[in-house]
């Protein structure tokens, strides 16, 4: 696929999503007692279950696995689950082209920014940002892989001609760039460590110090409305989880490599850069996402007419 494909209308766009905009009739994730929750390779469920935090928890917690964040959306915007982590690239690319989720809970950037990557191949020549030009990039439609070749892009850092950029998931990304058919891949923990602590690739650039580098818990507006003293409930457990994980980062990486398959090394390089201090959204993050919305919004991959403002619950979280 040529990058050009990567300019192609907000209209395409919103018909890919538009059979997600309504929740499906019959769907678990209106069952009042239970919280649906979305997990990306089952690192928050590992955690949480590692600190013992879903113990006591006055309802259910049911998970379901995703590869990578954009399915973890589209189900959102089904009404098949109510919460789940999002990277903030992905989160607007959805929220932008109209699914109903805000973002509700704020994971700080975790690594510096170093957790999302373009990595390549064992052997590579290439070294630098500047050698991308031209090449063939893998990575999601919309993910924060995507973002950072916009900005990677936007900034000159790659130079014309651009990139040609195939949209792939994480799992045929990895096997495009170990047989060869791409010449990198822009991704995001834990696909990095896998890449590089796992296959010997190496990193070519980061997103340090150009995107906000957030992630958030997502919820649908539906959830918000009906859950809200789960979800709220939840997140509070999701921060003392990730405390917990600060403190014992061994052990949740060997409970995350059981739960997911990973190799151990893999695991603990993935808990080492992943594990931060969940907050409340302040307005300094809303600013901050602003060059987020701006770079898919240049990009012309979404247009959205509603303020930022509207893609945020602030208040979840509050006495």
Known sequence: MHHLRSQRPAYSLLLLFAALLHPLPGLAAAVPDELVVADQKGQQRAVMEAAGVEQDLPFRIRWVEFEAASPLLQALGAGAVDTGIAGDGPFFFAWGVGIPVKAAYLIPPRGGGHTTAIVVAPGSAITSPAQLSGKRIATGR?????????????????????????????????????????????????????ETVGHNGHIVADAANLTPNNSFFVATTTALAEKRQLLATFYQRVALAYAWGQAHQAQYAHILAQQTGLPEDVAVSVARQLIAAPVPISDAVEQAEHITLDTYRSAGLINPSAPLSEAFDKDILKP
Request: zero cysteines.
């Open 142 to 194: 919309g993910s924060i892989g995507h973002l950072l070749l916009l900005r990677l892009i936007a900034t000159g850092a790659i130079p014309s001609p651009a990139p040609q950029i195939i949209f792939l998931q994480p799992a045929q990304a990895k096997a495009a760039l170990d047989t060869g058919r791409v010449d990198a891949w822009s991704t995001w923990e834990p696909y990095v460590a896998l």
